[in-house]
């Protein structure tokens, strides 16, 4: 079974920045076939996608956060990261690590994310 494990996650000013770490066991995330993402979730509010990396390489970003996370692969370590820079008291939450299954129908899509790890606090002070 896919696992996914967190860590990264603490407490920083304003301004700041963080990076957030996915290890992945029982799958490789160098084309493999999986689709992977970060989430967050701050108490009550929705969880919402931050940032997916489609099994062709494509990278989304939510709105909120363009320009200022970035999505990449550690092939090495099998692990998926998210830098976050300049954070702002909003990016408060708790951040999950995600997997989807990928499937190819004339081009590569995301299933639903059906792997979820255990979730990282991330904490933005003014």
Not at 38 to 46: S, T, Y
Not at 52 to 65: F, I, K, M
Not at 98 to 125: E, H, I
């Amino acid at each position: 079974q896919v696992q996914l494990v967190e860590s990264g996650g603490g407490s920083v000013q304003a301004g700041g920045s963080l990076t957030l770490s996915c290890a992945a066991s029982r799958i490789r995330l160098i084309y493999s076939n999986y689709c992977m993402g970060w989430f967050r979730q701050a108490p009550g509010k929705e969880r919402e996608g931050v940032a997916t990396l489609g099994r062709d390489s494509t990278t989304t970003y939510a709105d909120s956060v363009k320009g200022r996370f970035t999505l990449s692969l550690d092939n090495a370590e099998n692990t998926l990261l998210l830098q976050m820079n300049r954070l702002k008291p909003e990016d408060t939450a708790m951040y999950y690590c995600a997997a989807a299954r990928a499937r190819y129908d004339y081009g590569w899509y995301c299933d639903d994310y059906d792997y979820w790890g255990q979730g990282t606090q991330v904490t933005v002070s003014s």
